[in-house]
């Protein structure tokens, strides 16, 4: 299985800060079929279902404020938060689809200081 | 509005069984790869089981393996999960997720239901 690990684990971050996630791959997830990173980043309100914010390591998803951006390539991936909004308190979570196995990472906490 | 409804889930014993289901609407069900997901109580998540969108193609974490199926009726609109040798392990939410990806495809993950608790205890 392809392991991913996130840090940190936890973050507080002060509003209008910003807050960087990083995942790294145990395997790459760059396709050298489509040049394509197989990596997808969501995040988990409490009570609610997770909600994707990006795909192919750096496509926002519909909807997605610009304040979100991923980065990153390979084994090596990003999630930045350019300036925290208080909604943005969260847990996130980066996934990779190279397998059809799919994994996520641990889940980073993202909290405001 | 693509909406996913997961039932079946409830209290079981350690070496029982369950199924759950999932009723999809909102968008072309036999197009679609499909999937489960698990978030065991205040933990992280946890992909289970993946289908293609004929139901040909199956997929089962390692930790699932021999003890859960994953189906699917097209005909219905449905998806399910067929879960045996239940322990205190599997107790988590257990989340219906449409993928992006078609036919024997599988990308990321699109839209996610409410989710429904399975108990293992006795």
């Known amino acids: 299985d392809i392991v991913l690990t996130q840090s940190p684990d936890s973050q507080s971050v002060s509003l209008g800060e910003r807050a960087t996630i990083n995942c790294k791959s145990s395997?790459?997830?760059?396709?050298?079929?489509?040049?394509?990173?197989?990596l997808a980043w969501y995040q988990q309100k409490p009570g609610q279902p997770p909600k994707v914010l990006i795909y192919?390591?750096?496509i926002r998803a519909s909807g997605v404020p610009d304040r979100f951006s991923g980065s990153g390539s390979g084994t090596d991936f990003t999630l930045t938060i350019s300036s925290l909004q208080a909604e943005d308190v969260a847990v996130y979570y980066c996934q990779q689809y190279y397998s059809n196995f799919r994994t996520f990472g641990q889940g980073t906490k993202v909290e405001i200081k | 509005e693509v909406q996913l409804l997961e039932s079946g889930g409830g209290l079981v014993q350690p070496g029982g069984s369950l199924r759950l289901s999932c009723e999809a609407s909102g968008f072309t069900f036999n197009t679609y790869a499909m999937n489960w997901v698990r978030q065991s109580p205040g933990k992280g998540l946890e992909w289970i089981s993946g289908i293609s969108s004929s139901g040909e193609s199956t997929y089962h974490a390692g930790s699932v393996k021999g003890r859960f199926t994953i189906s699917r009726d097209n005909s219905k609109n449905t998806l399910h999960l067929e879960m045996n040798s239940l322990s205190a392990e599997d107790t988590a939410t257990y989340y219906c997720?449409?993928?992006?990806?078609?036919?024997?495809?599988?990308?990321?993950?699109?839209?996610w239901g409410q989710g429904t608790l399975v108990t293992v205890s006795s």
């Open positions: 997720v449409k993928d992006v990806g078609r036919g024997d495809d599988f990308y990321h993950l699109d839209s």
């Open positions: 192919w390591a750096s």
């Open positions: 395997r790459t997830l760059l396709s050298s079929s489509n040049n394509k990173n197989y």
